[in-house]
């Protein structure tokens, strides 16, 4: 058996590049963020470093790809494609593996070339021929004379795809900061109510029981592929394309969830209770029997629901390009008033993805009063939601907690934040820097506490 919170895996990259997004402000190996200036390589002034050591380590994967960076700037291919001819160099050189540790029983060889590729199933998706026809152009452009068979290209794209991992800082915004591929964690398969946790602590990647575990094998643990905080028709209209699955798992299978995630408005103005629709039937509301359901109010649900999935989407990549919390928060306002109309705006996901990106504004514009109010609006559906102690409902209690502190609420906040520290010890283990930064943030709570108490 694998205990809850005991580290099951660690794995340093087999190959990782720094989002171009963050280019500039970290370091292209170890992927830390700086504000004391990085060391730009002299040969194709792209990547940079921290130091020297940084440097000297990154070298042997930078090697052919400073030589192609020189001769290609400013036109320098996108993160796929060097992260496509990082992996292709290091095979030639004969490195098929990655430094990693794993408890696991019965726990195979694992390689490079055993990562799944589904090549032939990339070659034969018409929704994939653009998408391919420009990779492989792209890959030719900048590897030229050394570039692969088309072939060759495909099947580690193929790898990329379907097994590459985000790399995530979670003490800092914006959170994704880069991409690897990581050879023994891509073994475990998905789950949407996963019993294992990914975190990062700089470019390692570690998994941990999210809840105990009978079996300690690799077969029996699972993670994420998907956003959680989504419907199930999204969830696997996500996984399906991507990963070629239709998922079954405990969380897909449970209807009750998902009806609760696409909960709408009781048609009672005076009543506050969710509406849940069982195929195209709005059910009687469980509070107060009213069934008055118009094909206005039909019609409105389904506009709306699809208007908030792609605004959201919009919105997440106005986040991840550096738009202006401002600028985002303005059309966060406009999207909640629009989804007061008809969505549940205590239970419907998307109604809590945008208070979620609302409340990420407040934050960066340091507005802890609404931040609060936001981030707790959202708290009992995410507990609902989510598996117990998952890291984005740890986070949520400590953004939770913080903002509560810095509104003057020390008491409430230290609820929270005591919370999310034992969540966060047992999520990402005891030496990582984000558990520090929380007891930090308690001991600062504890002694504004005692201030307060001390002078009435």
């Avoid at 087999?14 to 963050?22: A, G, I, P, R, T």
């Avoid at 490195?95 to 726990?107: H, I, M």
């Avoid at 696409?262 to 009213?290: H, M, V, W, Y």
């Amino acid at each position: 058996m694998a205990r809850q919170g005991s580290m099951l895996m660690s794995a340093l990259p087999f190959s990782h590049v720094l989002y171009d997004s963050e280019r500039g402000k970290r370091c292209d190996e170890c992927l830390s963020l700086r504000s004391d200036g990085l060391k730009r390589c002299v040969g194709c002034k792209f990547a940079s470093y921290c130091d020297k050591k940084c440097q000297q380590k990154a070298w042997i994967d930078h090697k052919k790809e400073c030589q192609h960076l020189k001769l290609m700037t400013p036109a320098v291919p996108d993160e796929a494609v060097r992260l496509l001819s990082r992996i292709i160099y290091k095979i030639r050189r004969g490195v098929l593996e990655a430094k990693e540790w794993n408890q696991f029983e019965n726990y195979p060889e694992r390689t490079i070339h055993h990562v799944i590729s589904h090549r032939e199933l990339i070659k034969n998706d018409p929704a994939m021929k653009r998408k391919v026809a420009t990779i492989l152009y792209e890959t030719r452009r900048f590897m030229a004379n050394d570039s692969p068979s088309d072939d060759d290209i495909l099947e580690i794209y193929g790898k990329v795809i379907m097994n590459a991992f985000v790399i995530c800082d979670e003490l800092n915004q914006p959170m994704y900061v880069g991409c690897g591929m990581y050879i023994g964690p891509c073994i475990m398969d998905h789950s949407c109510y996963p019993n294992a946790i990914i975190t990062f602590s700089g470019i390692t990647l570690n998994v941990r029981a999210g809840t105990d575990i009978a079996v300690n094998d690799h077969k029996h643990t699972f993670i994420s592929y998907a956003e959680l905080l989504a419907p199930r028709e999204e969830r696997r209209a996500q996984l399906q394309p991507d990963y070629y699955f239709h998922c079954e798992c405990t969380q897909c299978s449970n209807d009750d969830i998902d009806r609760m995630m696409l909960s709408t408005k009781c048609p009672n103005a005076e009543c506050d209770a969710p509406i849940i629709r069982i195929g195209d039937d709005f059910q009687p509301c469980t509070a107060c029997t009213c069934s008055n359901f118009s094909a206005i109010y039909e019609s409105s649900v389904d506009e709306i629901t699809r208007w908030s999935a792609a605004i959201y989407k919009q919105l997440q990549e106005w986040e991840q390009n550096g738009k202006e919390p401002q600028a985002i928060l303005v059309e966060c306002v406009k999207c909640l008033q629009r989804q007061a109309d008809v969505l549940h705006l205590k239970w419907n996901v998307h109604v809590l993805r945008i208070k979620d990106l609302a409340a990420m504004c407040h934050f960066r514009m340091e507005a802890w009063t609404e931040a609060a109010r936001l981030v707790l609006d959202t708290l009992e559906a995410k507990r609902k939601y989510f598996p117990p102690d998952h890291p984005n409902l740890s986070l949520q209690l400590f953004s939770a907690g913080k903002a509560l502190m810095l509104t003057g609420k020390a008491k409430e906040g230290l609820c929270y934040l005591e919370e999310a520290l034992a969540m966060i010890s047992t999520t990402h283990g005891s030496d990582h820097p984000l558990v520090a930064q929380v007891k930090l943030l308690v001991a600062e709570t504890e002694d504004l506490i005692k201030k307060s108490e001390s002078k009435s």
